[in-house]
């Protein structure tokens, strides 16, 4: 019987993209006071713990994911005693801090990189990653940028190739150099002595590089020369498993803590392989984000995903974050929410640790810009068949006020037009609202154990457009069944389910007992029963 709450295990864990959260002076950018100033929303929501998206000083050429100063707070968000303020604060709820740590590059604006490249005899130099020309003078091996174009940026000043496996001014660190490995070792103490819970690790399976620096092998297949190639040597290699066990002691050294990795072109088994009670406590498998909205594909990933893990790792589900078109647009059809329902239901029944997104529980949808108006480099370069991701970082429609409640000011992204009626203080007030239906879902959870630590066990039926499984545990089980149409289904299950009561439904039902194994289903209905 687990009898203590460990927070990342049992807890639901909410992302803030905080140039999107809540402006507190006017700026037109989220700021941490205006997170603060949020935190009673978020107990009431019933979150424990809050992943802040970098907060570290940047010149933004990937908004916050190209870091100057690791051990400091960006001023366009605030002080350090805001951020201090913030964690006691959210201590007094019971929320947790996780931050985003961005470690396999800096931007080119830190102050290690700028040393570096002033000579090839500087002190950092060997804090990244330098090779000479080849002999015909081009790039020392084929290795792309994610982002387009060789990952390999020439320096006229000392007559040197860096590499940078994102933007030029991104420049990779060296993470087989003792003094980066230590230096970046101590950024995880210095916010653990703050008073953070967790860390989110950014692409960390990128941090070790071969050391040979060998071609990547090619295929036929891929829109861009990054697709065609096979990532032997820039990312995944075994060193790696070296620095995960570090990081994993500084951060066992500290109570009640976390990591969690971002696993860049990912599938479940490597995903797997890099947690353990060494390693990571746990990484992201973003196949059930980017399943569609179907059964199937839905309850593959997530069979991939247990089998992968073993039953010794404990897993997590995402749904929504800032690099992804919003569930509501990915799901939704119009203005109606009860698709989303559906889809909230299945992350918060799960075994393993749900992750929401800021405005994932009001159905915020993405909004859409003119090629003119786009501010992710990303979406400059590829549009229009990719526009970016500013569609998922739209600010937060607080209400129906100028510009959602989210700021005074002009708001660095549009708020996207249906604010008006889409909003936390319109849900707040509707009964039967996405938002409610989230808070009552959440209170659910939490009184339920069998939902947090029940096994996981596929229910079959009838009908090809509805889900059922059972989460059991200490004698108690429940059967949660989601109908994934919009259209009534009537499902006939394989036992007799007449010990079940209808305990948690988005609709109205009446009666509550059941006495046979047929069960009807209104469209997009979410219908779950407890044994008695």
């Not at 916010?191 to 071609?215: A, E, Q, S, T």
Request: glycine share 6%; proline share 6%; hydrophobic share 35%.
């Amino acid at each position: 019987m687990k009898n203590d709450f460990v927070w990342w295990r049992d807890g639901v864990i909410y992302q803030i993209y905080p140039r999107s959260f809540k402006d507190s002076t006017g700026s037109g950018i989220g700021d941490l006071k205006g997170i603060t100033e949020k935190l009673d929303y978020l107990s009431d929501l019933g979150i424990d713990a809050i992943w802040l998206s970098p907060i570290n000083p940047s010149p933004d050429v990937d908004f916050g994911y190209d870091v100057s100063d690791y051990c400091a707070i960006d001023p366009k968000f605030g002080t350090m005693q805001d951020f201090e303020h913030l964690i006691a604060e959210a201590d007094k709820l019971g929320i947790r801090i996780v931050m985003d740590l961005v470690l396999n590059h800096t931007s080119d604006q830190h102050p290690w990189f700028k040393s570096a490249r002033r000579s090839r005899d500087d002190s950092c130099r060997d804090w990244y990653i330098w090779q000479d020309a080849d002999p015909s003078g081009k790039p020392p091996n084929n290795w792309h940028a994610v982002f387009g174009g060789s990952g390999w940026e020439w320096d006229s000043e000392t007559e040197q190739y860096y590499y940078h496996m994102f933007y030029k001014q991104q420049p990779d660190l060296n993470w087989r150099n003792p003094q980066v490995r230590n230096a970046l070792l101590e950024v995880f103490r210095f916010w653990l002595d703050k008073g953070v819970k967790g860390f989110r690790l950014d692409v960390f399976n990128m941090y070790i590089k071969d050391d040979l620096f060998r071609n990547n092998p090619t295929k036929l297949i891929g829109r861009r020369p990054f697709e065609r190639q096979i990532h032997l040597y820039d990312f995944d290699r075994p060193e790696l498993m070296g620095v995960l066990s570090d990081i994993r002691q500084v951060v066992d050294a500290y109570a009640d803590t976390y990591v969690v990795g971002e696993t860049f072109l990912g599938t479940p088994e490597k995903a797997a392989g890099y947690c353990g009670e060494e390693y990571l406590h746990a990484c992201f498998d973003f196949n059930f984000l980017e399943s569609k909205y179907k059964p199937q594909p839905l309850l593959k990933a997530i069979t991939e995903w247990e089998n992968a893990l073993g039953g010794s790792i404990w897993p997590n589900y995402v749904c929504n974050n800032h690099d992804n078109p919003r569930t509501a647009t990915r799901f939704g059809v119009g203005e109606d929410d009860e698709r989303l329902k559906v889809a909230a239901a299945l992350i918060l029944t799960l075994r393993g640790t749900p992750f929401l997104y800021y405005g994932e529980e009001i159905g915020m949808r993405d909004i859409r810009l003119k090629r003119s108006d786009i501010l992710d480099p990303i979406g400059k370069r590829y549009w229009p068949i990719y526009k970016g991701r500013d569609g998922c970082r739209a600010p937060m429609q607080w209400n129906a006020e100028k510009n959602a409640g989210f700021s005074s000011a002009t708001p660095w992204l549009p708020v996207h037009p249906d604010y008006l009626k889409r909003n936390a203080e319109n849900q707040t007030e509707e009964r039967y609202s996405l938002l409610n239906f989230y808070k009552q879902l959440l209170v659910f959870r939490k009184t339920h154990s069998a939902l947090i630590y029940g096994d996981f066990q596929v229910v079959s039926g009838n009908s090809p457009h509805v889900l059922a499984f059972k989460r059991s545990y200490a004698g108690s089980t429940i059967m949660v069944i989601l109908n994934f149409s919009d259209k009534p289904h009537e499902i006939i299950l394989p036992e007799q389910i007449a010990d079940y009561s209808i305990a948690f439904s988005s609709i109205e039902r009446t009666p509550k007992l059941l006495k046979e194994n047929s069960i009807g289903l209104s469209g997009s209905e979410v219908l779950v029963l407890v044994k008695h």
